[in-house]
């Protein structure tokens, strides 16, 4: 080898890895941010059923952007599940328990379409 390309390669190399641990840094953060949003957190995620984790998602999701077309009762299902997902019951949860949850939201996004189409008929009539 030259004198000089040794350096080179080495800086290359470094350049490279740390690209790569850059790129990585970045992506954990959008990815912390992302489970956040949805009201998720990194521990325990590889421990938990995917229905639970989507049960958390949809409950979190609900209560924050649509509180308002829930009943009581609905909110208090939401509320006590996210309690449960947030401590050691997480463990104890069934898929019957994440089931309900979803219908809840599956209720509460019919709730939402009727509201649009009713909206978007009164537009049309205008």
Known sequence: MAPGTEITFISSLSCSVLNNYMKNTQAETALRSWLTENGLSS????????HLLQAQRIAYNTLKHHAALLEQNQAAVLNNFLRAMG???RKKLKLAQAKKV???GAAVNR???KQHRQLKRQQQAI
Do not use: A
Not at 43 to 50: A, F, I, M, R, V
């Open 102 to 104: 979803m219908n809840i």
């Open 111 to 113: 709730r939402l379409f």
């Open 43 to 50: 521990e325990g995620l590889e421990n938990t059923d995917l």
């Open 87 to 89: 401590s050691s019951e």
